[in-house]
């Protein structure tokens, strides 16, 4: 018998998690190192919905530097050398495993979808998403711009958007109306775009504004102003 036969197929890394429909979810976005917020964040989790296992981490594009992305360069010319040279081996170790886990994107049944950067058209199906290799390298032309709007977009036209959920809605049985996304930001603490696109800002707005997500996943979200301010979106620092 032929030997190769006898190997596994290369293991798949899941990078979609759709969400139950019942429950309540919290969603932030770039937090960027800040130690209060993160606290903050944790108190609000422990309060709201302690769910040991229940955490999902959606990459960000400062965070693919670390796992065969781009390297960004905001707060320093390399930010992925900058970080990781003040790190032994076990924590760079520890540090690239929790990207190489990381989820793409999180879909719920009450009609949100969750991204760092709010995706475009390329995007069609959310199984397509567990293929993508995070290494540039190893991407297709196809994979490679998926993922640019993916990880980067600041937002995407309203027709775009409205064309993007209609595929992912009619591919994965869900009836997805809104994006939640991060990467952006706004003195404000939060933004609607395009009536189907909601920015919650942690990273870049005062402290009394900063922005995060209170979603029932009971609900029914069927567009972007059905999230309310004071309501499902609320002030991290209350």
């Known amino acids: 018998m ?6 596994r197929a290369p293991a798949v890394t899941k990078r979609h998690v759709v969400l139950p429909a019942r429950g309540v979810l919290l969603v932030s976005t770039d937090v960027h190192g800040n130690l209060a917020d993160i606290l903050r964040l944790e108190e609000i989790f422990a309060e709201e ?3 040991p296992g229940r955490v999902h981490f959606v990459l960000g594009n400062h965070d693919h ?3 065969g992305g781009p390297h960004t360069a905001k707060f320093h010319a390399d930010e992925v050398a900058a970080l990781e040279s003040g790190l032994s081996e076990a924590q760079r170790g520890r540090l690239r495993g929790r990207f190489e886990r990381a989820m793409l994107a999180a879909a719920a049944p009450c009609g949100v979808l969750m991204t760092h950067g709010s995706p475009d058209s390329t995007l069609s199906r959310l199984e397509d998403l567990d293929a993508v290799p995070l290494e540039l390298k190893a991407m297709s032309l196809a994979q ?3 993922l640019r709007a993916l990880l ?3 937002g995407q036209p309203k027709e775009e958007c409205r064309a993007m959920l209609e595929n992912v809605s009619r591919t994965s049985g869900l009836d997805l109306r809104v994006v939640v996304h991060g990467h952006d930001r706004d003195e404000l603490g939060f933004f609607r775009e395009g009536g189907n696109q909601v920015c919650p ?3 870049g707005a005062a402290r009394p504004d900063k922005r995060y997500v209170r979603l029932d996943l009971g609900a029914r979200y069927d567009d972007a102003d059905a999230l309310r301010d004071g309501i499902e979106i609320l002030r991290l620092h209350s």
């Open 152 to 154: 980067t977009s600041y």
């Open 49 to 51: 919905a302690a769910a």
């Open 201 to 203: 800002v942690i990273f």
């Open 65 to 67: 530097g670390h796992v």
């Open 144 to 146: 490679t711009r998926m």
């Open 2 to 7: 032929d030997s190769r036969l006898l190997q």
